[in-house]
């Protein structure tokens, strides 16, 4: 008789771990982009995470192409592979709403109604509030790139309360 490990499916909490783990192993979109338009510098001063992300916007506001570089903990590289996958190809406005529905999810942790992909992944990050700036710091960069419209960004994003 083949040996089991005692589950016959694995369970949705398995599935997650491992959408988070494979995002942060392959992320998605990582890199520089040479012809950006829209760039953004952020930081969690409290773990160290720091993130930059790069696109570049059309005339007519999509997203051509999106990048990010930096370094820090699984949750936040794999946050922001998973938010350059959503956002690439769609509108600005687009996923200006999407950093908005992600922040709503991550005070919830409740996954959105809408279709979000593996997003919906990082809805169990709402329990662990220290987490949530890890997850939050990717989308929040790249709300203030597409808000500031310039490669020139003045000051790093922060997730540190009162310095944004």
Request: proline fraction near 5%.
């Amino acid at each position: 008789m083949p040996e089991t490990t005692g589950r016959a499916t694995p369970q949705l909490d398995d599935l997650y771990r491992d959408i988070l783990l494979d995002h942060y192993r392959k992320p998605r979109h990582k890199g520089h982009l040479d012809d950006a338009n829209r760039k953004a510098d952020g930081a969690n001063p409290l773990c160290g995470d720091q993130v930059t992300v790069e696109a570049r916007v059309s005339a007519d506001g999509r997203i051509e192409d999106v990048a990010f570089t930096g370094t820090g903990c699984s949750i936040s590289q794999a946050s922001t592979s998973m938010m350059a996958a959503f956002v690439y190809g769609r509108t600005a406005d687009e996923a200006l709403a999407a950093v908005g529905t992600f922040q709503t999810m991550m005070l919830t942790g409740e996954a959105p109604p809408d279709e979000v992909g593996d997003i919906e992944a990082l809805a169990g990050v709402a329990k662990f509030p220290v987490r949530v700036k890890c997850a939050s710091l990717g989308w929040k960069t790249l709300e203030q790139a597409l808000k500031d419209r310039t490669v020139d960004a003045s000051a790093p994003v922060t997730t540190d309360e009162g310095k944004e």
